[in-house]
Nanobody
């Protein structure tokens, strides 16, 4: 499985971005998909995940109410809509396919396929 993340950029605080993660295979649909982010000098941390069928989602507390994860199974794509961005959201964002169908897994070792990352920079 190959994942291709895109959609990052440099924006001002309060702006929005939508990240996309396209999978190379439809078997991707059987598993949860998550987004993680890694700021300079920090570890990679969980942001959001969606269940394999897209019905259930989970979010890190820091992004609840601002970010929305969704999936378009027909397109093998998962999106991360990021609204009201703040400078603390600055990081490289990675999408990943979980080993599980549930979105309630938050550790990097619970995900086995990773995209290449896309940079998000938010200035104040």
């Amino acid at each position: 499985v190959q994942l291709q993340a895109s959609g990052g950029g440099s924006v001002q605080a309060g702006d929005s971005l939508r990240l996309s993660c396209v999978a190379s295979t439809s078997t991707y649909r059987r598993y949860a998909t998550g987004w993680f982010r890694q700021a300079p000098g920090k570890e990679r941390v969980f942001v959001a995940a969606t269940q394999s069928d897209g019905r259930t989602t989970s979010y890190a507390e820091s992004v609840k109410g601002r970010f929305t994860i969704s999936r378009d199974s027909a397109q093998n794509t998962v999106y991360l809509q990021m609204n009201n961005l703040i400078p603390e959201d600055t990081a490289i964002y990675y999408c990943a396919r979980s080993k599980y169908s549930s979105p309630y897994h938050y550790r990097t070792y619970e995900y086995e396929y990773w995209g290449q990352g896309t940079q998000v920079t938010v200035s104040s």
